[in-house]
């Protein structure tokens, strides 16, 4: 099985920071990542898909990086409504999560 | 404007069965994939099961093969679950999603129904 690694798991920002979250595989998965976002109560939402590709409606502060085994998701400049938690999903083979990072107010 | 339903949640004893169900609208229903993701309380996401546009090709997460079966009804634009078996674990919030921009990718997902085993 494909494990991810998501760092870090909590992550505190400021409105209009940069913010960089990671995402490893435990091997390589060539560039077949997606991103979602999730707010409490909520169903996720696809950000990214294939490591950097933007999902139609998704604003363009949000990108995405990375090959083989590492990723980022980058914010560019963090809003109010961004506040929520991230996970990367690979689907190269079968599909896995990783833990979430939580992105909180400083 | 894409909608998907689901429904069959609940509380059941351990070992007992349940059968969810996923109602869809604004999109061709039989020309997508479509999936199943759990979400225990305050964890993360955990992807259980999947299948193809024609139910021909079917996976399974290790962690339900053998106690779950997917199945969809391409003429009602219906996705469903059936859950045998419950366990503890599996007390979570059952989301179905429809298949994204690529294969794999999923970029609609229903509003959950919440399983609980107990």
């Known amino acids: 099985d494909i494990q991810m690694t998501q760092s870090p798991s909590t992550l505190s920002a400021s409105v209009g920071d940069r913010v960089t979250i990671t995402c490893r595989a435990s091997?390589?998965?060539?560039?077949?990542l997606a991103w979602y976002q999730q707010k409490p109560g909520k169903a996720p939402k696809l950000l990214i898909y294939r490591a950097s590709s933007l999902e139609s409606g998704v604003p363009s502060r949000f990108s995405g990086s990375g090959s083989g085994t590492e990723f980022t998701l980058t914010i560019s400049s963090l809003q109010p409504d961004d506040f929520a938690t991230y996970y990367c999903q690979q689907y190269i083979r079968d599909w896995t999560f990783g833990q979430g990072t939580r992105v909180e107010v400083k | 404007e894409v909608q998907l339903l689901e429904s069959g949640g609940g509380l059941v004893q351990p070992g007992g069965s349940l059968r969810l169900s996923c109602v869809t609208s604004?999109?061709?229903?039989?020309?997508?994939?479509m999936t199943w993701v759990r979400q225990a309380p305050g964890k993360g996401l955990e992807w259980i099961s999947g299948l193809s546009h024609n139910a021909g090709t079917i996976n399974y997460a290790d962690s339900v093969k053998g106690r779950f079966t997917i199945s969809r009804d391409n003429s009602k634009n219906t996705l469903n679950l059936q859950l045998n078996s419950l366990r503890p674990e599996d007390t979570a919030v059952y989301y179905c999603?429809?298949?994204?921009?690529?294969?794999?990718?999923?970029?609609?997902w229903g509003q959950g129904t919440l399983v609980t085993v107990s």
């Open positions: 999603a429809k298949e994204g921009p690529v294969a794999g990718t999923f970029n609609s």
């Open positions: 604004g999109f061709t229903f039989s020309n997508y994939a």
């Open positions: 091997q390589s998965i060539d560039i077949w």
